[in-house]
């Protein structure tokens, strides 16, 4: 029977054992890539994947892109269209096949997305709504802090989290919202009302953890700006990753790189505040301290100069007795001053009494009165004298007496005097006054011969 040879042959790999290296390597090697080329080959099969390739003019690779990670592509890509892909390096170990499983596509250049944010900004910074000026301060301890974000993201554990840490007696209010796709930016909105409506916060941390550009758009959408603009409630961004940057950042009253970060800046440190309170603490002892041994030193400098009680009150009625008597001795003194005086007013008083001059003005009042009587008995007299002088005048040149020898006035009736016979006209009523009474006629002749 024979002895076969031994097999000193290397041991082959299978193929799958070699794809399955192959991937492992090349997913190793190029953790993530950046490719830029023209698209070519697009299906999008029932299942909603994109499988596609991406070529230059020497070289094309397969891509895939998974219906998880297409969703957030708003525009379809179309044949023959220059993109830039992200993604990983991978082998399709069933037809080993090399290709990229794609995370992210968009226009070669500036990608679409972009292109949209950097329009935006500029419009708005145009406006003023990035101005310095109209940015709120952020309390420095804050009595109710508002949360902007998704219940079940990493965002509002990290917050709580370090509030937690900081200053736990700070408390919070969640308003939940989606943060990532379409519905977002209506959602966000909405919970920056409601935080608006209840009135407890005075502050408002509005934010997300990191993601995509994709991810993140809701927060450089125009609604959720004008609204983060429009809250009088002091406002925080904080979205993403330190180095992702959003319109809600430059539209924000403080923007901080992440949740955590935003919850440091606006919350106080505890520990901080101990530390403090124990440093015034000891301050305070210190003074105290000091204040006590200046006041005992005093009660002992003022114990020294006390005086024995009694010999004090002593001294004092001696000198109290020495001022009564002074006082009593004044009070005389002054008693005879006063007297003196009023005896020397009196007798000038008796000197200068009003008696006299009351009698002698009395006298001259009594012959002034009667000159004045006979004054104005004179003055009547002439007066009456010349009233009957005048009556007398008026007497002799009064009409009446002039009517009293035959005479007559003629009136026509127009209670005018007549003069001329010339003014009268035939049939004319006239009236004569005598010297007693008047008559009334008719005139049915007229003469005007001065004869």
């Known amino acids: ?24 390597l090349l997913e190793s090697s190029f953790m993530q890539v950046w490719v830029e080329g023209e698209l070519s080959g697009f299906s999008r099969p029932s299942s909603g994947h994109w499988y596609f390739s991406l070529k230059d003019q020497k070289c094309q690779i397969r891509c895939a892109m998974f219906r998880g990670a297409n969703q957030r592509i708003r525009t379809l890509p179309r ?18 096949d090399f290709q990229i499983i794609v995370e992210h596509l968009e226009p070669a250049g500036l990608g679409a997305l972009q292109q949209a944010f950097e329009a935006l900004k500029a419009r708005l910074q145009g406006e003023g709504l990035f101005d310095p000026a109209r940015k709120k301060p952020i309390p420095a301890t804050p009595r109710h802090i508002g949360v902007v974000t998704s219940p ?42 409601r935080a608006q409506q209840h009135g407890l916060a005075d502050v408002l941390i509005i934010g997300r953890g990191g ?3 994709e991810d993140l758009w809701c927060f450089n959408e125009e609604a959720v700006a004008r609204a983060i603009a429009a809250c009088p409630i002091p406002t925080v961004s904080a979205v993403g990753h330190e180095v992702d940057v959003t319109i809600a950042d430059f539209v924000a009253d403080l923007r901080a790189p992440t949740p955590s970060a935003a919850a440091e800046k606006i919350s106080p440190d505890q520990q901080d505040w101990l530390r403090r309170l124990t440093e015034q603490q000891g301050r305070l002892g210190q003074s105290a301290r000091r204040l006590l041994q200046r006041l005992d030193n005093q009660l002992g400098h003022l114990s020294a100069r006390l005086r024995d009680p009694r010999r004090e009150l002593l001294e004092k009625a001696q000198r109290m007795d020495e001022l009564e008597l002074r006082l009593n001795k004044a009070i005389r003194d002054r008693l005879d001053q006063q007297k003196q005086k009023t005896d020397y007013l009196l007798q000038r008083m008796s000197a200068q009494s009003p008696r006299r001059t009351l009698k002698t003005v009395r006298e001259q009042t009594q012959r002034l009165e009667e000159r004045l009587t006979l004054a104005t008995r004179h003055q009547l007299r002439q007066k009456d004298e010349r009233l009957q002088h005048i009556a007398q ?23 005018r005097i007549v003069r001329k016979a010339g003014d009268l006209e035939t049939g004319s009523q006239i009236t004569a006054r005598l010297g007693h009474g008047s008559v009334s006629a008719r005139v049915t002749e007229i003469n005007s011969s001065s004869e």
């Open 211 to 213: 993601g995509s550009l």
């Open 152 to 193: 079940t993201g990493a965002a509002i554990h990290d917050i709580l989290t370090v509030l937690k840490r900081r200053c736990p007696a700070i408390p919070v209010t969640l308003y939940p919202t989606a943060v990532q796709g379409q519905p977002a930016t209506a959602d966000i909105v909405q919970a920056i009302d």
């Open 393 to 415: 005048t008026l007497h002799v040149v009064s009409p009446l007496v002039t009517l009293g020898r035959g005479y007559a006035i003629v009136k026509d009736d127009n209670d």
């Open 79 to 96: 044949e023959g269209d220059q993109i830039r892909i992200r993604g990983k390096v991978t082998l399709y170990e069933n037809r080993g």
């Open 1 to 24: 029977m024979s002895t076969p040879y031994p097999d000193t042959r290397p041991r082959a790999l299978t193929v799958s054992e070699l794809n399955h290296q192959a991937r492992h």
